[in-house]
């Protein structure tokens, strides 16, 4: 496996471009829920502008149809920013993972790079580092071809949005969510990602029923990354 340090793991105009294209099929199906969002925030009544600016600038699909949940006459800042937060609260783990190798990167190029990470690309990049490929073509090109076509979809929801009102009747909703299952079962398979993801799953369907709505998410993610921390350092 390549060190961190291996030459090759460099983000170059190639492996961008071969990112970009690795994650074009993935990229569409999130056009669809971009759709469904330009739908959903021009019956809220949001203006085109500043749903386009939403998603072009905050390009976060749950955090965004979170807020629409809140949208109202008179939106209160506060609950906002706690719901945003609580939501992308898993970047900080994506970060975490990704350290080893993007300390290595300039600073424009490491920060640039996670400015468009989603679940999709890091996931694939992630396994990338792991099975020692490089996996920044994957971060940064992937991420700008998720960030295009979900800025794509969201256009085509507030234009043509009455084509695909529901997209659980065509089982998009689901998409995502397999996709990052088999992510899961294709990475590495030891007796403590077993325990992590153990931990991360009951520990998320403990809470469920106790916490604010997803809320579960952030706890769970946070109980399994401290055990992949404890059993890491639990090593010899």
């Known amino acids: 496996m390549l060190s961190p340090e291996s030459p090759q793991h460099t983000l170059t105009a190639r492996s961008t471009w071969l ?31 500043n749903i386009l600016l939403m998603s072009a600038f905050v390009f976060a699909g749950a955090s965004q149809f979170a807020v629409l949940e809140l949208w109202g006459a008179q939106v209160s800042i506060i609950p ?19 350290y080893p190798w993007l300390k290595n990167l ?12 989603s679940d999709a690309n890091w996931a694939f990049a992630l396994q990338a580092f792991n ?30 949005g009455n084509v ?3 997209p659980k009747v065509l089982g998009l909703d689901m998409v995502m969510g397999c996709f990052l299952i088999s992510m899961v079962i294709g ?23 106790f916490l604010p709505e997803n809320t579960h998410v952030v706890v769970g993610a946070l109980a399994g990354g401290a055990t992949g921390v404890l059993l890491a350092e639990a090593r010899p």
Request: charged content about 5%.
């Open 106 to 117: 300039p600073p424009r190029q490491r920060y640039g790079s996670m400015l468009l990470v």
């Open 187 to 209: 990475g590495e398979k030891n007796l403590r990602m077993l325990i992590i993801w153990l931990v991360a799953g009951c520990t998320s369907l403990g809470v469920y029923y």
């Open 131 to 160: 099975q020692g490929r490089t996996g920044f073509g994957l971060l940064l090109g992937g991420g700008i071809a998720l960030w295009l076509f979900w800025s794509l979809g969201t256009w085509l929801g507030i234009y043509f």
């Open 164 to 166: 695909i009102t529901d």
């Open 80 to 98: 906002v920013l706690v719901t945003v937060f609580a939501i992308n609260a898993r970047h900080l783990l994506m970060g975490a993972t990704l």
């Open 19 to 49: 990112g970009f294209q690795q994650l074009l099929p993935i990229s569409l199906f999130v056009a669809a829920f971009g759709t469904a969002f330009g739908l959903a925030a021009t019956q809220m009544g949001l203006s085109n502008n």
